[in-house]
C-alpha cells in the first residue's frame, strides 16, 4: 500500500538534496558559463533523485526487466549523460541536438523491450512490424519534439517557470499513474518532479534565472525533465492503467505554456509570465486528475475501504 | 543374401522397438472444460483471497513403459486472473503485481519425474514474473479412464510460492500475503 510519509519524506529530501547542491555551486563555483550552469543542474537534479529514490526504499534490479526499471537504470542516466555532453559541446549546438535525437530514438523501444506488444503474433495484443514501426516513429516525434519545444521556451522569458510547469505535469503524471493502480510507477515520478521544483525555486531566489549559469541550470534540469515526463508515461501507458487521452494530456500540457508568448496573451511583468504558464499549465492536469480520481473512487476505492474496515 | 536378409531382420526389430518406445509415451492435452489453476492467499493475515486463472494450456507425456521419461508442462495466461472482482483483478495485472503486460506466461516445465506411491514427483523450472526458480511438486493421480473413445488422466497438485522469491515488490505485499497456495486439479485428454 502506498504510504503518504514516505512519499512526503521522499519529495522533502529530493528538493532540500537540489537546494543544497545549487547553494553550495553558487558558492564554490567561479565560473557563470552557460556549461558550467548545466554541469550544476544536472549535478544537483541527479543528485536530488538518487537522493529520493533512497528514500523511497526503491528496488532496482539487474539486469532490469520492466519498464520502470529500464527507465530508471538505462533511460534516466543516459539521459543525465547526454545533457552533461551537451553542456559541454553547446546546449543548442548540431552535435547537442543529434545526441538527443539518439536519445530520444531509443526511448520507446527500451521501454517496451521484452513486453507483449513487440512479441509478435505469439502473445495477445502484440503488434504487427507495421504497428511497432509506426508506434517508435510517434515515440521518438512527441519525445524530440517536446523537449526541443521544452528547450527553445527555456531562451525566452521566466525560463524557470518551464522547469516549474515540467514538475507539475510530472507529479501529476505520478498521480494519476498511482490512481489507476500503478504504485511504484507513480511514485517514480516524485523524485524527479521535486528535484525540478526545488531546483526552479532555488535558481530564482539565487542565480538571476537571466544569467548564463541560471540558464545553463534550467536547461540542463528541463532536458532531464521532459525525457522523464515522456518516459514515465509511456510506462504508464503501456504497462499502467493511464489512458491514451489521459497520457497526451499530461504530455502536452508544459507547452501551453508557449501561449504566454503570444503577443495577445503575453504579460509584463516576470511574475505575471510564471503565474500565466502555470495556470494555463494547471487546467488541463487538473482535469485530467479529477477524471482520474472519479475513476480511482469508482473502481478501486472499495478494495481500500474493505481493508481499512477490516483492519 | 543371408547376410543382407540378417540385416534387414534387425533393421526391422530396431524401429520396430523405436515405434513400441514412442507408443509407450502417452501424449495428453490439456482439457480446459475439466480442470483448474486457482490460488489463494493470506489478507491481513486473518483470511484468504481466493482466485483462479481461467486460460490455461499445457502438456502431458506420460511414460507407462519407463514414467521417469514422463514430461509435463503448464502455460498459465497471467491476463486470465480473475479473483471475482474486476478491479482487483485489472490491479493485479498492473506492474506491482503480475505486470501481464512484462510477463504474459505463468509457466512450468518439467526436468525429472520420478514414480511416487499414487503419483509422480516433478521436478521442473516455475517461471513466473520473469523469474525462473526449480521446483518439486507432488502430483498425484495419473491413472487412465476411457470415456466414449476419449481417454481421461487426472492430475492435482499444490505447491506453496513465495511472491517474493519471483521478484514482486515487497512495497506491493502489503495487505496480501507474500505466501501464495496454488492449486492444480487438471484432467488431460487423448484420443
Known amino acids: 500500500m502506498p504510504d503518504p510519509a514516505v512519499y512526503a519524506w521522499a519529495l522533502t529530501l ?26 550544476v543542474g544536472v549535478v544537483a537534479v541527479t543528485a536530488s533523485m538518487l537522493a529520493g529514490y533512497w528514500a523511497m526504499k526503491v528496488n532496482l534490479s539487474w539486469p532490469p526487466v520492466t519498464g520502470l526499471s529500464r527507465f530508471l537504470t538505462i533511460l534516466l542516466p543516459a539521459t543525465i549523460v547526454v545533457e552533461l555532453a551537451a553542456g559541454f559541446v553547446g546546449i543548442q549546438s548540431k552535435t547537442a541536438w543529434r545526441l538527443r535525437a539518439a536519445m530520444c530514438s531509443i526511448l520507446s523501444p527500451i521501454i517496451l523491450q521484452g513486453s507483449v506488444y513487440l512479441n509478435g503474433a505469439a502473445t495477445d495484443g502484440a503488434w504487427t512490424a507495421s504497428t511497432i514501426t509506426v508506434a517508435f516513429a510517434i515515440g521518438f516525434g ?9 528547450q527553445r521556451l527555456t531562451e525566452r522569458s521566466v525560463p524557470t517557470s518551464v522547469s516549474f510547469s515540467l514538475a507539475m505535469a510530472i507529479f501529476s503524471a505520478g498521480i494519476a499513474t498511482m490512481l489507476g493502480g500503478y504504485i511504484n510507477g507513480g511514485a517514480a515520478a516524485f523524485p524527479i518532479a521535486a528535484a525540478l521544483a526545488a531546483s526552479a525555486i532555488i535558481v530564482t531566489i539565487l542565480s538571476g534565472e537571466l544569467s548564463s549559469s541560471g540558464r545553463g541550470i534550467v536547461h540542463g534540469t528541463v532536458g532531464i525533465g521532459s525525457v522523464s515526463l515522456f518516459c514515465l508515461l509511456c510506462i504508464a501507458r503501456f504497462f499502467g492503467n493511464v489512458s491514451s487521452v489521459s497520457a497526451l494530456m499530461i504530455l502536452l500540457a508544459p507547452h501551453l505554456c508557449w501561449l504566454s508568448e503570444h503577443p495577445k496573451f503575453k504579460p509584463q511583468t516576470r511574475w505575471k509570465i510564471t503565474l500565466f504558464r502555470l495556470v494555463g499549465v494547471a487546467i488541463p492536469l487538473g482535469v485530467v486528475l479529477l477524471f482520474a480520481a472519479i475513476e480511482f473512487n469508482l473502481k478501486m476505492a472499495p478494495l481500500l475501504v474493505v481493508s481499512w474496515r477490516e483492519s | 543374401m543371408r547376410r543382407f536378409f540378417f540385416a534387414g531382420v534387425m533393421s526391422f526389430a530396431a524401429v520396430m522397438s523405436i515405434c513400441g518406445a514412442a507408443q509407450a509415451a ?3 492435452s490439456y482439457d480446459l472444460v475439466h480442470s483448474s489453476v486457482s490460488f489463494k492467499a493470506r489478507h491481513l493475515d486473518i483470511s484468504w483471497i481466493h482466485g483462479r486463472f481461467n486460460e490455461v494450456d499445457g502438456k502431458f507425456s506420460i511414460d507407462r513403459q519407463d514414467p521417469t521419461k514422463s514430461t509435463f508442462a503448464l502455460t498459465i495466461k497471467a491476463d486470465s486472473v480473475d479473483t471475482a472482482n474486476a478491479a482487483r483483478d485489472e490491479h493485479l495485472r498492473q506492474p506491482d503485481y503480475f505486470d501481464t503486460k512484462q510477463f504474459p506466461t505463468i509457466e512450468f516445465k518439467s526436468t525429472s519425474v520420478k514414480v511416487i506411491e499414487g503419483g509422480y514427483e516433478v521436478t521442473g523450472d516455475f517461471k513466473m514474473h520473469g523469474t525462473t526458480k ?14 466414449n473413445g476419449v481417454k481421461r488422466i487426472g492430475l492435482s497438485t499444490e505447491l506453496k510460492l513465495k511472491r517474493s522469491d519471483y521478484g514482486f515488490d515487497k512495497s506491493g505485499i502489503g495487505a496480501i500475503g507474500d505466501e501464495a497456495i496454488i492449486i492444480i486439479d487438471c484432467e488431460g485428454m487423448r484420443k
Open chain 1, 14 to 39: 529530493s528538493a532540500f538534496v537540489s537546494a543544497v547542491v545549487l547553494v553550495v555551486a553558487k558558492l564554490t563555483i567561479r565560473s557563470r558559463s552557460q556549461a558550467a550552469g548545466v554541469t
Open chain 1, 142 to 150: 512527441l519525445s524530440l519534439a517536446g523537449l526541443l519545444s521544452m
Open chain 2, 26 to 28: 502417452d501424449d495428453y
Open chain 2, 134 to 147: 526449480p521446483i518439486r511438486i507432488t502430483l498425484m493421480g495419473g491413472r487412465e479412464i476411457d470415456t
